[in-house]
């Protein structure tokens, strides 16, 4: 049975960016210095339109990742977060290929691959806090993620369903409910 | 070497060589990054009266050590050369120094591929375009991408070299048509606009910049400068400016600036105009045009805009920006309330490449002109220039940046119109050292004006930028104020905030001032945490970082001092080619004419006040009172070999004055 307390980070592209200020965050907690390919999380550019999709290991329940490797390197953590066990890892990238995001990413010091391990004893994953003005990146109890994410379309459905005349505020889509 | 990549690349086009410099620690300490860099470049690469189109002349991109970090704002790079907008009251040949700074990601990816600077000298026979993969340089040709606008060749070359990763900076048809006041963009939509560096790029037939980096940044103390930065983010995370700022971009200065009636309006004859806040301001602009905020490398804030039309004659059409300045320029001051003909313009002059304040400028003073009957059809080839017409605008700025009929004139700047067609059109010209007025009416904010006028790049507020002097700021950083005014302090709050347009306070402010912005371009930071919207407090926000992340032991005072020395180096640039005092104010417009409309009508700058105010700033700087830098200053500043051009400047300013009768 899935835990419903258990956090994730949500990724709401509408609002990111495109600082990349959670790569450098990323790349700072893990390796104490700064790169895009230092992280774990990437936001990928499309400039063009100014669009940015953050991608970043979505830890699925049934992870491919697992199941592909050769070496069974992956293994999920006890915050449920899916991670390469470096020792075992041999480098040979089907964990990349067979996400369906292509989510982990190279370590450029070893070779083998890595990712998002949600900031093992940290309370939020420094991605998310780097992005607390944005708003792009969440980390919220898995109970969570429908509601929020399903209201933000059902609020533009709502206006047909409403008294007619009634007055609101302006929604916040955020998942603090405070 | 941590924080800094310690690296130079100079770039010689004539010779098609390339050359890497190690940068020694000494030398990091003393001019510590970006602007620095630059300016020390810029002064010891050039001789006094350097043309600026002079293949010579070094065309520098400098970032500071804190980019491309975890620092939080820190995606700015500064590009600097001889200008060829700026001169002096000596004759418009006479050119001195100009820089711009810029956002976006090409700092990071500098850092990334490993230079701190990149200094280009000479001149491609043929077009050309750098390409910087990691170190390994490449003069490339680039004769398929000439003449294609700024968005396209941007497209165009990461496309070409294959990644999206490659950043590039280039120019757009402004700047290989030497339009005087033609920008540098990178990342798509982050110009670097001001004095005509765009132009400088076109004029040694380079086209682009390229670049891609893999290497990591390293920090000499990593977990004390995570917590710093940790520190520094979450100020301005719960900073309520900084939110304001997110929310409205910097169209939050609209409101403010109608109020005390500062946006410029009609070329800047005026500061108000009526309603323009519920057209321009940024709430309003940012529920009918924003797509998405546009953030520059690291920045939690992300005030750059992204515009969309959804709907209306111009549906479909999308662009980077535009910002308060290109917005207010392209605006307010060619009187329109016509806000979706303006923002076309904006992501039009982006793409083409050209500085949106000089180019909207140019309109304004061609329709000033037009009114006063001092421009006629058959001056302008048949074109007819009348207030808000944003048409013809619109039709006169692809002019400009092709350089076809009198767009060809206006190319060049207005103090050059002026010059070429005379008839007083002088008098409304509102410049200083040639580089015409932002959108910040002088008479006013009297810090900005005093601002504008001692400015080392002519006429611009993000040189000193002062912005304590407005309530807003003031009443936030009470604390701030008190200790930069120290013995005036009592002087600034007795009569605020109507001290807004007294003088008496500011010349110390904006001495503090220009070292305060100073130190952010240093770092390779964002100066607006400092400035306008202050929510990081001052300079020293960055010093504890800067001091973490590259190990350098150094004090606070020593980083200001090194400020100091930059501020002075441009000024020694300045005055070597004989500017001194003389160049140091505005326009008769502005002592002469009082402010027509507002709640500030009637106001105009005294002079004997602001002869006052002159030499106040050079005693706060340690300058003679003709604006000289002393050699006293120059050797305490560890700069002597500025002492003998200044002295050379000198003689020819008195020559001047002589010739002159004054």
């Known amino acids: 049975m899935a835990d419903l307390y258990e956090k994730v980070i949500v990724i709401d592209p509408d609002k990111c960016a495109g600082c990349h200020s959670c790569e450098m965050a990323c790349s700072m907690k893990n390796f104490g210095k700064n790169h895009p390919y230092y992280s774990r999380i990437r936001i990928q550019e499309f400039r063009e339109v100014n669009t940015f999709i953050p991608v970043t290991c979505q830890a699925c329940e049934e992870a491919v990742c697992m199941k592909v490797c050769p070496m069974g390197a992956r293994y999920r953590d006890a915050n449920g977060a899916v991670v390469t066990n470096e020792d075992a890892c041999i480098g040979c990238r089907a964990c990349i290929y067979a996400c369906p995001f292509g989510a982990p990413v190279i370590n450029p010091d070893t070779g083998k691959t890595m990712t998002c391990n949600k900031c093992v004893g940290e309370e939020t994953p420094w991605c998310v806090r780097a992005c607390t003005m944005q708003g792009a990146l969440q980390y919220v109890p898995k109970h969570m993620v429908s509601k929020v994410t399903s209201r933000k379309f059902a609020w533009e459905l709502k206006e047909e369903y409403k008294p007619k005349g009634a007055k609101d505020e302006e929604p916040k889509f955020s998942f603090s409910f405070a | ?662």
Not at chain 2, 14 to 36: D, M, N, S, V
Not at chain 2, 584 to 606: A, S
Request: hydrophobic share 35%; glycine share 12%.
């Open chain 2, 1 to 662: 070497m941590h924080g800094w990549a310690g690296k130079r690349l100079r770039v010689d086009l004539t010779e098609g060589k390339y050359e890497i410099e190690e940068l020694k620690p000494e030398y990091l300490r003393k001019w510590i990054g970006g602007r620095g860099f630059n300016s020390e470049v810029v002064y010891h690469e050039t001789f006094a009266g350097m043309d600026a189109f002079d293949p010579r002349n070094p065309l520098c991109f400098g970032t500071g050590p804190l980019a491309g970090t975890f620092a939080p704002l820190s995606g700015r790079t500064t590009v600097s050369a001889i200008s060829p907008m700026t001169c002096s009251y000596r004759g418009t040949d006479v050119h001195g120094h100009g820089d711009t700074n810029m956002g976006g990601q090409f700092a990071a990816y500098m850092k990334y591929a490993g230079f701190d600077q990149i200094v280009i000298k000479g001149r491609a026979e043929k077009p050309v375009y750098l390409w910087i993969d990691d170190g390994k340089v490449e003069i490339r040709d680039a004769s398929h991408l000439w003449g294609l606008k700024v968005k396209e060749t941007t497209k165009r070359l990461i496309n070409e070299l294959g990644d999206p990763d490659v950043k590039v900076a280039c120019i757009g048809p402004a700047g290989e048509n030497l339009v005087r006041f033609a920008c540098v963009v990178n990342t798509f939509s982050s110009a670097g606009g001001r004095t005509g560096m765009g132009a400088v790029m076109g004029s040694k037939n380079l086209k682009a910049i390229a670049i891609r980096g893999t290497k990591a940044l390293t920090i000499a103390n990593p977990d004390a400068f995570a917590k710093e930065a940790w520190k520094l983010r979450e100020i301005i995370h719960k900073s309520p400016s900084a939110i304001r700022r997110r929310e409205e971009g910097t169209h939050d200065l609209f409101d403010a600036g109608n109020i005390i009636g500062i946006n410029a309006h009609k070329n800047v004859s005026t500061g108000y105009m009526p309603g323009l806040e519920e057209t321009y301001g940024g709430l309003q602009w940012a529920a009918k045009y924003l797509f998405r905020r546009k953030g520059c490398w690291s920045c939690p804030v992300c005030c750059g805009r992204y515009t969309y039309f959804k709907e209306g004659k111009y549906a479909g059409f999308h662009c980077g920006g535009p910002e308060m300045e290109s917005v207010c320029n392209l605006g307010p001051r060619i009187d329109t309330y016509n806000v979706d003909d303006v923002n076309v313009m904006c992501g039009m002059v982006n793409d083409l490449g050209m500085d949106s304040i000089s180019a909207g400028a140019a309109l304004s003073l061609s329709m000033e002109a037009f009114e006063k009957g001092l421009l006629t059809k058959e001056d302008t080839g048949g074109i007819e220039f009348k207030w808000g017409d944003t048409e013809t605008s619109m039709k006169v700025l692809e002019m400009i940046a092709y350089r076809q009929g009198f767009g060809d004139i206006l190319a060049e700047g207005n103090i050059r119109v002026a010059e070429k067609l005379g008839r007083g059109i002088d008098k409304l010209v509102p410049h200083c050292r040639g580089l015409e007025h932002i959108s910040v009416d002088p008479r006013i904010a009297m810090g900005f004006s005093l601002g504008y006028a001692m400015s080392t790049r002519g006429s611009d507020h993000l040189k000193n930028y002062s912005c304590l002097e407005f309530q807003g700021c003031a009443m936030s950083r009470k604390a701030l104020v008190d200790e930069v005014m120290g013995e005036l302090k009592d002087e600034f709050w007795k009569d605020f905030p109507k001290e807004l347009y007294t003088l008496t306070t500011k010349p110390k402010l904006v001495t503090w001032s220009e070292k305060n912005k100073c130190v952010a371009d240093l770092v390779g930071c964002c100066c607006q945490a400092i400035g306008s919207w202050g929510g990081a407090g001052d300079w020293r926000a960055y010093t504890p970082l800067f001091r973490l992340a590259t190990g350098f032991d150094m004090p606070d005072e020593e980083i200001f001092k090194a400020a100091e020395r930059v501020v002075n180096i441009e000024r020694a640039n300045w005055n070597r080619v004989g500017s001194g005092r003389q160049d140091d104010t505005h326009i008769d417009r502005y002592f002469d004419e009082p402010v027509v409309d507002g709640p500030y009508k009637g106001l105009k700058i005294d002079r004997k006040e602001w002869a006052w105010a002159q030499e106040e700033y050079y005693r706060y700087h340690g300058w003679d009172n003709d604006g000289f830098i002393t050699p006293e200053k120059a050797r305490e500043l560890d700069i002597p070999e500025i002492i003998p051009d200044i002295e050379k400047g000198k003689q020819l300013y008195f020559e001047y004055l002589k010739k002159k009768g004054l």
